[in-house]
């Protein structure tokens, strides 16, 4: 088991997928996990089978595209908990397109929800870690941010993003015991990946080139990132750590 001490942690597009099995295995670990998305019925529903199953949760709707949005649920929760010492900034959409083709909505929806989010929630909930001298920040950025992918430059540009953010925070707030890092997956089998899972045509390209020649699962990605969360984790800052099967080798 890992060693958690009591924390409260913020799982952003917790509602599905690597977010939900994030939520999940700090809840595990007796982490206090509050659960964000966009949905109320999925966030709450995640939230609700954490408390069935023992653990402690608290849904909360909020579309991480809205700046307002985040700073009312910031300023309300450090109301109600003394800090909120692990942040998980994993929200994320896909608008695909060539660049040629892509509405300036497309690019602008996506940057707004994959890479803004990061900063205003980090830009709110950090200052309470660094005065209590302890924290973890975990990015759940993407294979496609660190090698291109064609068709999603929008997609691309916002998890490149997330990774020079996750290496700037990580110099801003070291001397104040607050570690960032990220978390790069690869193909990964979650709702945002079933048209390609489940199309063994597309699934044959794609495993071709993945060395280990299977998709991941959204557990693979969520033990490491609870791992970053942790107190063992506590010298390890501005790295980015690919769950890819290989691809980015």
Known sequence: MLTFNHRTALVTGAGRGIGKAIAEVLARHGVTVICVSKSADSCGAVAAAITAAGGRAKA???DVADGAA???AADSLLKEFPAI???VNNAGITRDGLLFRMSDADWND???TNLTSC???TKLLARPMTRARWGRIVNITSVSGVMGNAGQANYSAA???MIGLTKTLAREF???SVTVNAVAPGFIKTDMTNEFVNNPEASA???EAVPLKRFGESADVANLAAYLCSEEAGYITGQVFNVDGGMAM
């Open 110 to 112: 996506v940057i707004s």
């Open 174 to 176: 070291s001397a104040r």
């Open 205 to 207: 390209r794609i495993l």
């Open 60 to 62: 909360l709707a909020v």
């Open 119 to 121: 900063f205003h929630w």
């Open 85 to 87: 010492d692990i942040l």
């Open 70 to 72: 985040i700073a009312a």
């Open 159 to 161: 998890k490149a993003g």
